[in-house]
């Protein structure tokens, strides 16, 4: 009976222990500092089972809290790395944005000097047009055929 508790209790400690390692190795994995895992690797059982050293069924069959959580962190991974694709998407249609704002402000400055530009020279064709009609003006009467 004794020998049956305390293998029992070993059992545990062995349990504990394997639990602490994968846990330990979840967060390398996570952090991307494994030691035996590469930290491009994602997030997976496999990944964290390689770094803990235990064979990743094991981990599906004894310790299904760590697959859970392991499952869980994975898919967090996956929707940061979805967000960060989404917001490089973002950054490059404001930087293609800001481009083509650039551009239409050249444009806009062209066309506002080209329109000053106009004006000016209606003002002169007028000023012309308004002196060469005073010295040109004759009367009807002043006309002999």
């Known amino acids: 009976m004794i020998y049956v508790v305390h293998q029992m209790n070993d059992n545990r400690a062995r ?39 235990i064979n990743p069924s094991t981990v599906h069959t004894r310790y299904p809290q760590i697959a859970d959580l392991i499952r869980k962190k994975s898919k967090e991974r996956n929707r940061s790395n979805g967000q960060r694709d989404n917001n490089a998407s973002l950054r490059n249609e404001l930087r293609t944005t800001k481009a083509r704002v650039q551009e239409l402000r050249l444009l806009l400055a062209n066309v506002t000097s080209n329109y000053q530009s106009c004006l000016l020279e209606l003002e002169r064709l007028r000023t012309i047009a308004a002196s060469a009609g005073k010295a040109t003006t004759l009367s009807r009467t002043d006309q002999h055929d």
């Open 15 to 53: 349990r504990n222990k394997t639990e602490a390692q994968l846990r330990l190795a979840l967060k390398r994995v996570e952090l991307g500092r494994g030691k035996i895992v590469s930290s491009t690797r994602p997030i997976s059982i496999v990944s964290v089972a390689q770094e803990a050293g």
